[in-house]
Structures are given as C-alpha cells and as structure tokens.
C-alpha cells in the first residue's frame, strides 16, 4: 500500500454507482457464473475473471455505440464459463466507452475526498490499525452501514445499494464483492511515484491484475479503501465481481 503518495487525475470520469449485477451481466452476455444465484438477479454478478470483465465493457460499448477500449484477440473459451481469456489491449484513458477504473481511479472514487480508513469512518483499535471484527465488538463502528463484510454477510452476497452511498453516490464500494480494476500489480510500482504520479496506469505488463474493495468474506482490515490484493487474470472465485467506469466526452469546442 506504500509509500503514501499523492496522485493527479487529470481526466474526468463517470463511475456506476452499483456492482454489476447478476441480471445486466445475464442480460448482455447470456449466462450467469454467479455462485450466489439464489440471491437475485439484483445481486452482483460474480466468478467473473478479469478477461470477463473487459470483454462484458467492450459488448456494453458496442451496444450502446460507443468506442470499445480494449482490443481483444486470440481469445479462447467463452465469456462466464471460466475458461474466457485472450490478449488484451487497453486503448487508452482518452477512449470514452466503458473500461475498467484504473486502481487511482477506484481509489479516489471510493475514498470520495475522505482521509479515513473507510469513506464512512475509522474502524481502529486504540494502536491506531485496522482490525478484523473477531477482535472488536464493533461498538460505535459505522462500517456495517456502509458494507457487507465477514462481520455482517452471513457469508453471502446482498443485492447492490441496500448500504450507504459514498459522498459520491456510489454503494458496495466497501464489501459485498470485491472488483477486478484495470492495472497489473507490481509491489514496488508506487516507488516510482512517491513523489507524486499522474494518471498512473500500473506496470506495462505483470502476472497478476489488482482488485479492490473486500467482499462479504473479507475482514474490515481488507475492506479499507486502501488494500490491494492480487491474483491471476484468468481467476474467478464468489468473491470477484467489477463495476464500470466511463472517461467524461471532452466538451465541444
């Protein structure tokens, strides 16, 4: 998660407001991987690699006339059946159809100009670090407002926007499942901006995609607006969905 460093988006950007949900994903590419499917069509969609994803944004883009920002090729199995993946090629924060956040992107949206470990609050032990609920009672704690995680979930999902919104409008961004973003990991990527970076895209190229958020099965330590986790692209788990996010049109001159 370090070094702290401050970052610039210079691009504005529309973010959705919910998870993906079981039904848009079904609706668009006509199955269903959800592991959770007795919870709903309003719940989020997940089992979903992150190949799935970027193809879901670029059938989303296409059916809607917009610019697709990823060029696929050589893809192999099929989208939701957990053997989809391909080489993919991102056209650029410019492209203004619907892509995957960056990891700065998802952050700044999440944290909606709060400094605290959740946008809702802080939920620490006296020593100042983040806990997992079966060290604290969660006495006082705002967090199960805002999110479904291992403390309230019941050990499932929950259909998207039943919690708290962000200042920005945005809900689960905290729990319920966590959300593949764009960028490869690289645990030493940030040293190369400690002194500030703009519009960081992560490493050109790595083994494994960053998600973000926790989900229902996480602790509050891994909900926080700032953990990273990792994993393969071609993974896909009950944990793993995604949401979308669109670059704003330039305005006419």
Known sequence: EGPVHSVKITRPFY??????????????IGNNPSEFRDCGEDCPVERVNWYDAVYYANRLSETEGLEQCYTITDPTGEPGNGDYTATVTFEGLDCEGYRLPTEAEWEYATRAGTKTAYWIGSNVTDGGEPVCWWFDDNTGILLPEAAWYDYNSDWTTYPVGQKAANPFGLYDVHGNVSEWVYDWFDPE?????????????????????????????????????????????????????????????????
Request: charged share 30%; net charge neutral; with cysteine.
């Open 15 to 28: 973010m959705k407001q919910t998870e993906v949900t079981q039904k848009e994903w079904s609706t668009l």
């Open 189 to 253: 990527f940030y040293q190369t901006c400690a002194e500030g970076c703009k519009d960081p895209l992560g490493p050109d190229e790595g083994s494994y995609r960053i998600f973000r958020g926790g989900s229902w099965r996480t602790c509050a330590e891994s909900v926080r607006a700032a953990n990273r986790s990792f994993l393969p692209p071609d993974y896909r788990d009950f944990t793993l969905g995604f949401r979308l996010v669109r670059t704003a049109p330039a305005p006419e001159d």
